[in-house]
């Protein structure tokens, strides 16, 4: 008889592959003789390295060496060399379909998971909108493993012990942290417009932060050149900042210094998923896209999620990736830095 072994795929985007931790964790734990490998991008490797000793990652470039269908049938043949038992498609797209009807004309068992499309677009159409909230990705993933014969009860914390990273193991420009210190994670870019607070307003938060808490170190995550930029003007203009992306040398790294933030201010975006796979409490800014979707961080708490919920037209897109109706980007506009502020200091100052 041979070794169940639950082979699982999802691609992209990083948040989402973030989001299937806690699942994955739960699967491993719960059926510690179960073989399991999760496919996916290269950068994904340190989400699951030493995440369970039943735990393999297999990492697939995909516009590379299996770029197309050649590539996708030359991966399949790879992953049969594995001798999986169970396919588990966490994504659902072209390139898992391919896959994943491979794998079922050679009779094994598998399932895929269900995005819930039609109850988002109700969420999110112009008029007449349903307000309910849609199954979480952690329960969607979760409901793929029950399928196949699975089920099991999401039970995770962080993918470090206790007392977080080995800070020790970062340059010395991040230092050793003092009891009396709090240490703030910024992430302030999204990869849509309708994700993302101005950055003018943005700035201003963290201006006034530095004012009102000279002790505080502030940390400031993002990656692309002209994030790059930006940051790196804000690090010059209040000498409590740091870019992250200036002393850090990777995905690994950064996610050490997470797990020893107070919090992180993001937007709806990888690095709220990021913060929240290291245990920490993460103050997250919504504005044309809605926790409704079912895109809350792990175990993050609804009143730490800064929106407008008086405005009829939200949420107008599951991604953020559409033009504003109104024209006016209200449901960023009409946040003020000050309410920002006030969401992280009431989870650091009553402590």
Partial sequence: MKTPHILIIRFSAMGDIAMTVPVVYSLAKQYPDVRISVLSRPFARPFFQNLAPNICFMSADLK???????????????LVAKHPTTIADFHNVLRTRFLRLRFLLGGYSVAHINKHKQGKKLLCQAENKVLTQQPTSFQNYADVLEALGYPIKIEFTSIFPPEGGDLKSLPNIIGVKQKEERWIGIAPFAAHAGKMYPQERMEQVVRKLTEKHPSWRIFLFGGGRQEIEVLNRWAAQFPQCLCVANALKGLEQELILMSHLDTMLSMDSANMHLASLTGTRVVSVWGATH????????????????????????PCSVFG?????????????????EEIIQ???????SE
């Fill in 64 to 78: 590379g060496e299996y770029k197309g269908f050649t590539g996708l049938n030359k991966l399949y043949r790879r």
């Fill in 321 to 337: 990736n559409k033009p504003c109706h109104r024209g006016d980007f209200a449901c960023m506009n009409n946040i003020l830095p």
């Fill in 343 to 349: 969401h992280i200091e009431a989870g650091l100052l």
């Fill in 291 to 314: 926790p409704y979707c079912g895109f809350m961080g792990w175990q993050q708490k609804e009143d730490d999620a800064v929106q407008i919920n008086t405005l009829s037209c939200r």
